[in-house]
């Protein structure tokens, strides 16, 4: 398995695990008040996003560490038209992530007795998470795409 290969699964892994611990925390915030549930959404917010630049850098490091030729080599023609292709999957899945938050937001201002009716609208920032939510799908998706084309090119 290449560096660029075994980067991807560390990233792939640690964006499930991390935002994966980090969504679920956040579905019990709904039924606490709003400040004290915005306080808490934005530690974990914080403690994912720390916890991520932490876990890739040591993990990549050591990687590199046990393979330092493999981590220097240039990328191919193949790792480039991987990459390409697992970044329009992404990109299509995060575009789709705006759209509903748009519509969320555009609801929410147009029709605003239908927000306050449902438990899920009122739910603390929640367009923030559903920006945060269409990036992390996107970018899992990016990664499985990627790791997909490696195997099946393999």
């Known amino acids: 398995m290449s560096f660029k290969e075994k980067s991807i699964w560390i990233s792939l892994i640690s964006t499930v695990c991390i935002f994966g611990y980090y969504f679920l925390n956040l579905q019990g915030l709904g039924s606490l008040p709003i400040e004290k549930a915005n306080n808490i959404a934005a530690k974990l917010i914080v403690k994912a996003v720390l916890m991520t630049i932490f876990v890739e850098v040591i993990l990549h490091t050591v990687v590199a560490i046990f393979s330092p030729q493999d981590a220097q080599e240039a990328e191919d023609e193949r790792d480039k038209f991987y990459q390409m292709k697992a970044n329009s999957i992404g990109y299509t899945i995060l575009i789709l ?58």
């Not at 559903?130 to 195997?151: C, T």
């Open 97 to 154: 992530g705006v759209i509903v938050t748009l519509g969320h937001i555009l609801l929410g201002a147009i029709l605003p007795e239908i927000a306050e009716a449902h438990f899920a609208a009122t739910f603390p920032l929640l367009s923030a998470h559903i920006l945060l939510f269409s990036f992390i799908i996107s970018e899992v998706a990016r990664f499985s795409s990627q790791v997909f084309f490696y195997r099946k090119g393999a």
